[in-house]
């Protein structure tokens, strides 16, 4: 009974083997094609997950309540398989940059998507640290993966040893958290954990869990590994990171914080606040004077990041909700900017923001996609981060009647999306007016990654304008966290 759980992470972690050994059968000018497999399989996935008839459609307990399948789980899992189907598309066009290894490169995001499934499913603390070792493992050699780059080995050694660093504060404070309840399980530490709200041990406990989730989403003030990370990784990692990896990271989060010890959660309020203004500021001053468009979207990564910690700090369930209806919006987003990122700079030694002048010409097709991105980032209507933001800053205000501090942080939210708007149309400036473009020749487009682009437009769009089917989602997810 307990393997039915979990069907979908099993074909998952198949699917990342059969990956990994066609590379001996398959032809190296044919290896390319093997994402496409991966994206069939797992939208198929997808598919069956909506037929409620298949993995994910019995709800439940599994290993003793270490495994949970609720609504929560299905919404991040749907969330984790579209991002792994277009970070493979991805891929693909990256290939050939990539001198070896393209089928285990492959096969190792898969492995990464695995260890995220496992993660919106964790409701014990063994089941947590697992699925987010199993994510920073698989990361640490897909950043590294171009070794032939000196940048991209840099980064692997950063992202290495800090990610070591919080995972080993992690533990700590999931050792120190049993060592005073002598419990791992999330509801059972939900009965007993407002008998230690006194006891030091237990909330530096709580404290460390949270550092070890914090540098998962790049919050402040463990934010610090992004920009080098995001630059030196190959750029379908640095789409995967910035999506797969953050949501994960705010799954967790959210049952950690709502499942597990919601008390301590209502002690820690004014922390919370804090963190999430200083990170939207962080964020976004440091990225104006940016010049390379992957260590931009590192900065700008950190600043949505605190974002989304509005809809952690409002402590309600439409904050919550709005939480998830961001991240999907962001998902589309970030994923349209990096395509484009992918194919203009295919044959430059670096990705800076001049590469993109000239776009409109060579591409307008590209032009506009990015255009479309940098606008739904900085939160203009009608685009997905306009109604995203509206709906954190919406749950934020309601709070400001119990606690002024919140009036604050949504001011400061406000003042980081003005501050936004200097470098995401720093960005269409360069398309569009910019002359230093050295090169006009155009952009060759595949019919996949037409079809990746023409998805996440749709998705940009559709968010946008008709918002209604994803919020509904997010709020029958959100229940799951006893709201």
Not at 13 to 42: H, Q, S
Not at 110 to 122: I, K, P, R, W
Not at 152 to 166: D, P, Q, T
Not at 292 to 306: D, E, F, V
């Amino acid at each position: 009974m307990n393997a039915s759980f979990i069907t979908l992470e099993l074909c998952v972690i198949a699917l990342g083997i059969v990956l990994m050994l066609a590379d001996f059968w398959m032809p190296v000018e044919r290896k390319k094609y093997l994402a496409y497999l991966g994206v069939v399989v797992l939208g198929g996935l997808i598919f069956i997950s909506f037929s409620g008839d298949g993995v994910c459609s019995v709800f439940g307990t599994a290993f003793h309540g270490a495994f949970i399948e609720d609504g929560l789980a299905l919404f991040f899992k749907r969330f984790f398989l579209v991002a792994a189907i277009l970070v493979l598309f991805l891929a693909a066009e990256f290939s050939d940059r990539i001198s070896a290894g393209i089928s285990e490169y492959y096969s190792l995001v898969v492995f990464a998507l695995a260890g995220m499934l496992f993660a919106a499913s964790a409701n014990d603390f063994a089941m947590l640290f697992v699925s987010i070792e199993l994510i920073t493992i698989t990361f640490y050699v897909l950043v590294s993966f171009q070794k032939h780059r000196l940048v991209s080995l840099e980064a692997a050694v950063k992202y290495l040893i800090l990610g070591a660093l919080s995972s080993a504060f992690m533990v700590f404070g999931i050792a120190l958290v049993w060592g005073t309840t002598g419990k791992l399980n999330f509801n059972d530490l939900a009965q007993i954990s407002a008998q230690f709200l006194d006891n030091k041990i237990f909330l530096i406990g709580v404290l460390f869990v949270l550092v070890g989730l914090g540098f998962k989403i790049a919050a402040f003030p463990f934010q610090i590994w992004a920009p080098d990370v995001y630059q030196g990784a190959p750029t379908p990692t640095t789409a995967f990171l910035a999506i797969g990896s953050k949501a994960a990271g705010f799954v967790l989060l959210l049952r950690v914080l709502f499942v597990a010890f919601p008390e301590v959660t209502k002690h820690w309020t004014c922390l919370l606040i804090t963190i999430s203004a200083i990170t939207i500021l962080y964020g976004n001053l440091c990225a104006l004077p940016q010049r390379n468009l992957k260590r931009l979207m590192g900065y700008s990564s950190i600043a949505h990041a605190g974002y989304l910690l509005l809809g952690v700090a409002a402590l309600s369930a439409s904050g919550q909700a709005a939480l998830l209806y961001y991240l999907a919006g962001y998902l589309f987003t970030v994923i349209a900017a990096f395509t484009v990122i992918v194919l203009v700079a295919r044959h430059l030694a670096d990705e800076d923001i001049s590469a993109l002048a000239g776009l409109n010409q060579r591409s307008p097709l590209l032009a506009a996609t990015m255009t479309i991105a940098m606008v739904s980032l900085a939160g203009i209507p009608p685009l997905a981060g306009f109604f995203g933001k509206f709906l954190l800053l919406k749950a934020v205000i309601e709070q400001g009647a119990t606690n002024h501090a919140y009036y604050w942080l949504a001011f400061i939210a406000l003042a980081g999306v003005v501050i936004s708007l200097y470098y995401y149309f720093g960005v269409i400036r360069a398309i569009y007016w910019s002359k230093d473009a050295a090169d006009l020749s155009p952009i060759k487009l595949s019919g996949a990654a037409k079809f990746s682009i023409g998805i996440c437009l749709a998705g940009i769009f559709w968010l946008g304008l008709f918002p209604n089917t994803v919020l509904n989602l997010a709020n029958e997810a959100v229940k799951a966290l006893g709201n």
